[in-house]
């Protein structure tokens, strides 16, 4: 699963509190996102996930060596935590084993955004009552806006990011846009990191930030 973390606040930008908590965010994200998406599918009936021993809270079991280690910790180093992106090992889901007809897909793809909303509202909520003089608040909503990024994110409608089980619903009766965007899905997405800074801004950022100030009552 791709993601994107980015903690913009001026208040401690570069600092060792936000690189702590983009590593802090990175880890809860990144492992509470793929085990709803496998926890959902065996509700509904694929076990795929669960024998292949991904349904657990062990980071190990969800790393990829270069999208989850080496290439977030070069961004950390390079730009002082302010940028990060990377990505998990995906977590295996078998479409055919589902209950829910069509909409088996999109259920199990939607589990991972929201739970990055209920982080977001729980971290954002516990900056809300932690001490104000102490780092916790920024910490907490740090890692807040990243479950934030991380959901915005993922709701995009390109493959192989969460939204575009949604965008299928609307194409499945054309097969060959369906076949297009995942052939060229990598492209979409490479154009959009590398020249849609506005347009992430917009869709992602600061929606994140806004839920992560409206739970936190800053």
Do not use: C
């Amino acid at each position: 699963m791709y993601m994107m973390f980015q903690a913009l606040s001026a208040d401690f930008a570069g600092s060792g509190l936000n690189i702590l908590a983009q590593i802090l965010g990175l880890a809860i994200a990144v492992i509470l996102h793929e085990v709803s998406h496998g926890y959902v599918a065996l509700r509904l009936g694929d076990p795929t996930a669960y024998y292949a021993g991904r349904l657990t809270l062990n980071p190990i079991k969800h790393i990829d060596l270069w999208g989850t280690i080496i290439l977030p910790l070069m961004l950390i180093i390079s730009t002082g935590g302010q940028f990060v992106f990377g990505w998990a090992k995906p977590v295996p889901v078998n479409y055919y084993n589902l209950r829910a007809g069509k909409y088996g897909p999109v259920l199990v793809a939607l589990a991972g955004p929201l739970t990055n909303f209920v982080l977001l509202v729980f971290f954002a909520l516990l900056a809300r009552f932690s001490p104000a003089a102490t780092a916790l608040p920024l910490l907490f909503i740090a890692i807040a806006k990243t479950n934030g990024v991380l959901m915005f994110f993922n709701l995009i409608p390109i493959p192989p990011l969460d939204g575009s089980k949604v965008l299928y619903l609307f194409l499945e009766d054309r097969q060959d846009i369906i076949q297009n965007l995942e052939r060229y899905s990598m492209y979409f997405l490479i154009a959009l990191l590398l020249v849609g800074s506005r347009l992430l801004s917009s869709i992602v950022f600061a929606p994140a930030l806004y839920l992560t100030r409206l739970f936190a009552g800053f």
